[in-house]
């Protein structure tokens, strides 16, 4: 009883000591903040950058809650000015009255600048960095069958949205 109990004492020390001193494991960062309503910036092409601040979002988006990630799509909006003047692929922060339809996608691991997604039986990582007004995050190179080589420029959603 003695053995296993020190056991247990020097394995908690030891998560302690990592999640405390480690920043991809702590809650310390700003990084690990992810849980909410994420949209990816309308005028991002092409794997570059949005050229309007990402101001106009996509309809396609995510949520994240503790610890699982879903796909959101909205299915109300009646904004002009997308992306190929396609009406309603887009819409700007904070339109109120827009539903979403939400499709599970996965559990998440985070680290200190990776997020990790648990999908079809494959993890893929994606790396990310934060700028003045998006995220921006990418595949790693090693890629799960249904990972796309596109990197995302993402922006955290502050209105209400009504989730199916």
Same mark, same amino acid.
């Given at each position: *009883?003695?053995?296993?109990? $020190?056991?247990?004492?020097? +394995?908690?020390?030891?998560?302690? !000591?990592? %999640? !405390?001193?480690n920043p991809s494991i702590g809650k310390s960062s700003d990084t690990q903040e992810l849980d909410g309503i994420w949209f990816i910036c309308e005028f991002s092409v092409s794997n570059n ?6 101001? *106009? ?13 879903? &796909?959101?799509?909205?299915? +109300?909006? /009646? ?9 309603? &692929?887009?819409? $700007? ?8 339809? $939400? ?32 995220? &921006? ?5 090693? $890629? !799960?069958?249904? %990972?796309? %080589? /596109? ?14």
């Amino acid at each position: *009883m003695i053995k296993i109990n $020190k056991l247990f004492y020097y +394995n908690y020390l030891l998560a302690f !000591c990592l %999640t !405390c001193f480690n920043p991809s494991i702590g809650k310390s960062s700003d990084t690990q903040e992810l849980d909410g309503i994420w949209f990816i910036c309308e005028f991002s092409v092409s794997n570059n950058p949005p050229d309007d601040s990402c101001e *106009m979002l996509d309809n396609d988006g995510f949520l994240v809650e503790q610890g699982k990630i879903s &796909h959101l799509k909205i299915k +109300n909006s /009646k904004q002009k000015g997308c992306r190929g003047d396609r009406i309603g &692929h887009c819409f $700007k922060d904070g339109t109120p009255g827009l539903k979403a339809k $939400k499709r599970k996608i996965g559990e998440f691991v985070i680290g200190s600048n990776w997020v990790e997604i648990d999908y079809l039986a494959c993890s893929q990582r994606y790396w990310f960095k934060e700028y003045e007004n998006f995220w &921006h995050g990418w595949p790693d190179d090693k $890629k !799960c069958i249904w %990972t796309r %080589t /596109k990197e995302f420029f993402v922006q955290r959603y502050e209105g209400d949205l009504e989730i199916n």
